[in-house]
C-alpha cells in the first residue's frame, strides 16, 4: 500500500525531474568480487543523514497513521484540502520536516520556515513582523499554521493569494525578503543546484521518491504534506468536546455545556457558537469548529473602513496568548479583539454580510462587560499546549 502511495507521488514530477535523475545517478559500478567470510555489515542507509539530522528516515515518526477524535468525523474530513497525488506518509512528512527547518534553504543560510512559524507560538510568531533573511521586515504578521489541512483551496495566505497548501510552500523561498532566492539570486534553480551539494538531500529524496532527484514540485509536495500534519486537538475545549460531540444531534453536540469548561468559559462557548439570532455572536459561523478554521465563504472582518481586500484568518487553535493578531498583527489581547468585534467593525465593499444588519449597516453588538469576559475566556480554552512540543514538529538538525 505504502509503495503504491510514493509510486502516486512520483508520477507527476517524473518528467520534471528527469534530467536531474540522470546528473545524479550514475550507472552503478560493477560490484568487486569480495571473499566470501566475513560478509562485510551493509553501511546503514541512514549514515550520512545521521551527521546532520536526528532523524531516522528509514524509521520515521508517525505522520500518516494519527488518530484523530470522534468528532473528526467524515463530514469534517471531507473539507481536507489533501490532494489525491500528496496523501501524507511517514518519511515524506519527516521530509517536509527537515525543508521546513533548514536554513540553508535561505540564501544565506540564516532563515528557516521554522524561524518565523515557530511550534511554540502556534507555528505564528510572537513578534508583530518578521525578519527575512537580511534582516528586513516583511509587512504582514506571520500565519499560524495549525489545521492548514481544513482550508479550502485558493485561500492560502492573509490575502488568499495562493492556490493551494503545494503552491504555497516553495513562495517564501523565493520570496525578496523571507528566503531571498528570486530571480537576482538564481530563483528556485540555484536553490536546487545548493541543495544537490547538501550531502543529506539526495539520500532523503531517494528515500521518499525512490530517485535521488531534487525538484520544486517534490520540495512543495513534502513541505505540504508536513504542514497538513499539523493538526491541533490538544486543546482544552477538545478534550471537553470529545464528551458532548454526538453525531446523532443536528448541531452535534455544539450548543451543549462542555463539562470540563468552567461556568464562565461556557457562557463565553454559547456567545461563540450560537448565532445572533440565537442568542450569541455567531463567531463559529466563520471560525468553523472543530478544526476553527475560517468558513470558505466568509469575507473580511472589518479592520478598517472601506477595506476592499477579502481577509482569511488562520484557525484559532494557533493563538497562544500575547501573540500578535490579525494581518498586521495589530493585537495582541483577545480583549483588544472581543472589543474590536463589539464596537469597532468597519464597513467597507469586502466586509462579510454576517457582520452587518439586514440593511447593510455595521452590526454593533454592544455586549455587557461579563459577555466580553466570558468570550475572552473561551478563546483562552482552545489554546494548544500539546502541538506546541510535539516533537514531530520540532527543528530536527543537529547543533
Ligand atoms: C520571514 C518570515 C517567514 C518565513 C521564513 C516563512 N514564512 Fe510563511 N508566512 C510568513 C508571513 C508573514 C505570512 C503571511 C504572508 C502574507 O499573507 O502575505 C506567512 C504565511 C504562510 C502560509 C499561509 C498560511 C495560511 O493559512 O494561509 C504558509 C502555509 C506558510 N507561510 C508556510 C511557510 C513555509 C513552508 C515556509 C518555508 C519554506 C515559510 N512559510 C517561511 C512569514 C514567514
Ligand atoms: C465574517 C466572518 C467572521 C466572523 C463572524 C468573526 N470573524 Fe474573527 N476573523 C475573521 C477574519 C476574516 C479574520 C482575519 C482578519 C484580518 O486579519 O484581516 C478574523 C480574525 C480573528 C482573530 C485573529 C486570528 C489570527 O490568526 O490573528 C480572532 C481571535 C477572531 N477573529 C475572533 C473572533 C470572534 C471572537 C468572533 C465573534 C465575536 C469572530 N472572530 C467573528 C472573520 C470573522
Same mark, same amino acid.
Given at each position: 500500500?505504502?509503495?503504491?502511495?510514493?509510486?502516486?507521488?512520483?508520477?507527476?514530477?517524473?518528467?520534471?525531474?528527469?534530467?536531474?535523475?540522470?546528473?545524479?545517478?550514475?550507472?552503478?559500478?560493477?560490484?568487486?568480487?569480495? @571473499?566470501?567470510? @566475513?560478509?562485510? !555489515?551493509?553501511?546503514?542507509?541512514?549514515?550520512?543523514? &545521521?551527521?546532520?539530522?536526528?532523524?531516522?528516515?528509514?524509521?520515521?515518526?508517525?505522520?500518516?497513521?494519527?488518530?484523530?477524535?470522534? #468528532?473528526?468525523?467524515?463530514?469534517? *474530513?471531507?473539507?481536507?484540502?489533501?490532494?489525491?497525488?500528496?496523501?501524507?506518509?511517514?518519511?515524506?512528512?519527516?521530509?517536509?520536516?527537515? *525543508? #521546513?527547518?533548514?536554513?540553508?534553504?535561505?540564501?544565506?543560510?540564516?532563515?528557516?520556515?521554522? =524561524?518565523?512559524?515557530?511550534?511554540?507560538?502556534?507555528?505564528?510568531?510572537?513578534?508583530?513582523?518578521?525578519?527575512?533573511?537580511?534582516?528586513?521586515?516583511?509587512?504582514?504578521?506571520?500565519?499560524? *499554521?495549525?489545521?492548514?489541512?481544513?482550508?479550502?483551496?485558493?485561500?492560502?495566505?492573509?490575502?488568499?493569494?495562493?492556490?493551494?497548501? +503545494?503552491?504555497?510552500? =516553495?513562495?517564501?523561498?523565493?520570496?525578496?525578503?523571507?528566503?531571498?532566492?528570486?530571480?537576482?539570486?538564481?530563483?528556485?534553480?540555484?536553490?536546487?543546484?545548493?541543495?544537490?551539494?547538501?550531502?543529506?538531500?539526495? +539520500?532523503?529524496?531517494?528515500?521518499?521518491?525512490?530517485?535521488?532527484?531534487?525538484?520544486?514540485?517534490?520540495?512543495?509536495?513534502?513541505?505540504?504534506?508536513?504542514?497538513?500534519?499539523?493538526?491541533?486537538?490538544?486543546?482544552?475545549?477538545?478534550?471537553?468536546? !470529545?464528551?458532548?460531540?454526538?453525531?446523532?444531534?443536528?448541531?452535534?453536540?455544539?450548543?451543549?455545556?462542555?463539562?470540563?469548561?468552567?461556568?464562565?468559559?461556557?457562557?463565553?462557548?454559547?456567545? #461563540?457558537?450560537?448565532?445572533?439570532?440565537?442568542?450569541?455572536?455567531?463567531?463559529?459561523?466563520?471560525?468553523?469548529?472543530?478544526?476553527?478554521?475560517?468558513?470558505?465563504?466568509?469575507?473580511?472582518?472589518?479592520?478598517? &473602513?472601506?477595506?476592499?481586500?477579502?481577509?482569511?484568518?488562520?484557525?484559532?487553535?494557533?493563538?497562544?496568548?500575547?501573540?500578535?493578531?490579525?494581518?498586521?498583527?495589530?493585537? =495582541?489581547?483577545?480583549?483588544?479583539?472581543?472589543?474590536?468585534?463589539?464596537?469597532?467593525?468597519?464597513?467597507?465593499?469586502?466586509?462579510?454580510?454576517?457582520?452587518?444588519?439586514?440593511?447593510?449597516?455595521?452590526?454593533?453588538?454592544?455586549?455587557?462587560?461579563?459577555?466580553?469576559?466570558?468570550?475572552?475566556?473561551?478563546?483562552?480554552?482552545?489554546?494548544? @499546549?500539546?502541538?506546541?512540543?510535539? !516533537?514531530? #514538529?520540532?527543528? @530536527?538538525?543537529?547543533?
Amino acid at each position: 500500500m505504502k509503495t503504491l502511495l510514493i509510486r502516486l507521488l512520483i508520477a507527476p514530477t517524473a518528467a520534471l525531474a528527469g534530467h536531474l535523475a540522470l546528473a545524479a545517478n550514475p550507472p552503478p559500478p560493477k560490484p568487486k568480487p569480495r @571473499p566470501p567470510v @566475513p560478509a562485510p !555489515a551493509p553501511a546503514p542507509a541512514t549514515s550520512v543523514i &545521521a551527521q546532520y539530522l536526528n532523524i531516522d528516515i528509514n524509521a520515521p515518526a508517525n505522520y500518516a497513521a494519527v488518530t484523530l477524535p470522534a #468528532f473528526y468525523d467524515p463530514q469534517v *474530513l471531507q473539507g481536507v484540502n489533501t490532494p489525491a497525488n500528496n496523501r501524507i506518509t511517514d518519511k515524506g512528512a519527516t521530509l517536509g520536516r527537515v *525543508l #521546513f527547518w533548514d536554513k540553508r534553504l535561505s540564501v544565506n543560510n540564516t532563515v528557516a520556515c521554522g =524561524t518565523c512559524h515557530q511550534p511554540a507560538n502556534g507555528f505564528s510568531a510572537t513578534t508583530q513582523f518578521s525578519k527575512g533573511f537580511s534582516g528586513i521586515n516583511g509587512t504582514a504578521h506571520t500565519m499560524g *499554521l495549525a489545521n492548514i489541512a481544513f482550508y479550502r483551496d485558493g485561500s492560502m495566505f492573509w490575502d488568499k493569494r495562493a492556490a493551494s497548501v +503545494e503552491a504555497q510552500a =516553495t513562495q517564501p523561498i523565493k520570496n525578496s525578503i523571507e528566503m531571498g532566492f528570486d530571480a537576482s539570486n538564481g530563483g528556485i534553480n540555484a536553490l536546487l543546484v545548493k541543495m544537490q551539494a547538501l550531502p543529506y538531500y539526495p +539520500e532523503l529524496f531517494r528515500a521518499v521518491y525512490g530517485d535521488p532527484a531534487i525538484t520544486e514540485a517534490r520540495i512543495q509536495l513534502a513541505l505540504a504534506q508536513f504542514e497538513r500534519s499539523m493538526i491541533s486537538v490538544g486543546s482544552r475545549w477538545d478534550q471537553g468536546y !470529545a464528551r458532548t460531540y454526538n453525531a446523532a444531534l443536528a448541531d452535534k453536540g455544539l450548543s451543549l455545556d462542555v463539562p470540563t469548561l468552567s461556568a464562565q468559559e461556557n457562557l463565553g462557548r454559547r456567545l #461563540f457558537m450560537n448565532g445572533v439570532n440565537n442568542g450569541g455572536q455567531g463567531c463559529a459561523a466563520c471560525h468553523q469548529p472543530p478544526s476553527f478554521a475560517l468558513a470558505p465563504n466568509s469575507r473580511s472582518n472589518g479592520l478598517d &473602513a472601506g477595506e476592499t481586500r477579502v481577509f482569511k484568518s488562520a484557525s484559532l487553535k494557533s493563538l497562544s496568548p500575547g501573540q500578535p493578531m490579525m494581518h498586521d498583527g495589530r493585537f =495582541t489581547t483577545f480583549e483588544q479583539v472581543v472589543d474590536f468585534y463589539n464596537l469597532n467593525v468597519k464597513n467597507g465593499p469586502a466586509l462579510d454580510n454576517r457582520l452587518k444588519t439586514r440593511d447593510g449597516n455595521v452590526r454593533v453588538p454592544n455586549m455587557a462587560a461579563t459577555d466580553k469576559a466570558a468570550l475572552v475566556a473561551f478563546l483562552k480554552t482552545l489554546d494548544d @499546549p500539546t502541538l506546541r512540543t510535539d !516533537a514531530r #514538529f520540532g527543528n @530536527p538538525f543537529k547543533p
